[in-house]
């Protein structure tokens, strides 16, 4: 079955670091990019950057620049969403989605991780 | 770069027809083919329904289409049903190599 797997909630303290994961599989995860989305709480969706695993080409959206590290592991099919330092406007819902180059295709998507950031 | 302009709203009895609008700039909405459109459901992740401005991934429904004109996209949804109140999301790829979503539009089928 082709599908997205995202890791389970967290809950942490201002200033932790944080690693989250989605795990492909059904498909070839190097050819495919991998994009990760915010979503605070009742507010709307955010693109805050992708990479395609194939070549490890990252991008970054203006305002997530300098705040997270996309990376992917084509070993085990899986990409990551890292913080080093934490803040209580990092909670919210994260989704990784994919989609084929040159297509704005993002079809599959992953059940999404809660991210909850409080002392 | 700014979220694409949508409407914060829009509604629709049943067995209507909606438009969402889009609205960007040269560099993004009006300077490529890669618009695509969400629909999420309180609670759950969003689901695409329209990719390259006008197709229809399958099994997603052909009373939902797909336009372009100039640097505005639209959503129509045709025969309204009462599944389809969500919340509906418009996404463009940017010249600045990524893509930024709309700020969305709910959806309320009266």
């Known amino acids: 079955e082709v599908q997205l797997v995202q890791s389970g909630a967290e809950i942490k303290n201002p200033g932790e670091s944080l690693t989250i994961s989605c795990k492909s599989s059904?498909?070839?995860?190097?050819?495919?990019?991998i994009g990760w989305v915010r979503q605070m709480p009742g507010k709307g969706l955010e693109w805050m950057g992708i990479?395609?695993?194939?070549?490890?080409?990252?991008r970054y959206s203006p305002s997530f620049r300098g705040q997270i590290t996309i990376s992917a592991d084509k070993s085990i099919s899986t990409s990551y969403l890292q913080w080093s330092s934490l803040k209580a406007s990092d909670t919210a819902m994260y989704y990784c989605?994919?989609?084929?180059?040159?297509?704005?295709?993002?079809?599959?998507w992953g059940q999404g991780t809660l991210v909850t950031v409080s002392s | 770069q700014s979220a694409l302009t949508q409407p914060a709203s829009v509604s629709g009895s049943p067995g209507q027809s909606i438009t969402i609008s889009c609205t960007g700039t040269?560099?993004?909405?009006?300077?490529?083919?890669?618009v695509s459109w969400y629909q999420q459901h309180p609670g759950k992740a969003p689901k695409l329904i329209i990719y390259?401005?006008?197709s229809r991934p399958s099994g997603v429904s052909n009373r939902f289409s797909g336009s372009k004109s100039g640097n505005t996209a639209s959503l129509t949804i045709s025969g309204l049903q009462a599944e389809d109140e969500a919340d509906y999301y418009c996404?463009?790829?940017?010249?600045?190599?990524?893509?930024?979503f709309g700020g969305g539009t709910k959806l309320t089928v009266l």
């Open positions: 989605a994919r989609r084929p180059k040159s297509s704005s295709n993002w079809a599959l």
């Open positions: 059904g498909y070839s995860f190097t050819n495919y990019w």
């Open positions: 990479i395609y695993p194939g070549d490890s080409e990252t």
């Open positions: 040269s560099s993004d909405v009006g300077g490529n083919k890669y």
């Open positions: 390259d401005v006008s």
């Open positions: 996404s463009s790829f940017s010249s600045s190599r990524t893509s930024i």
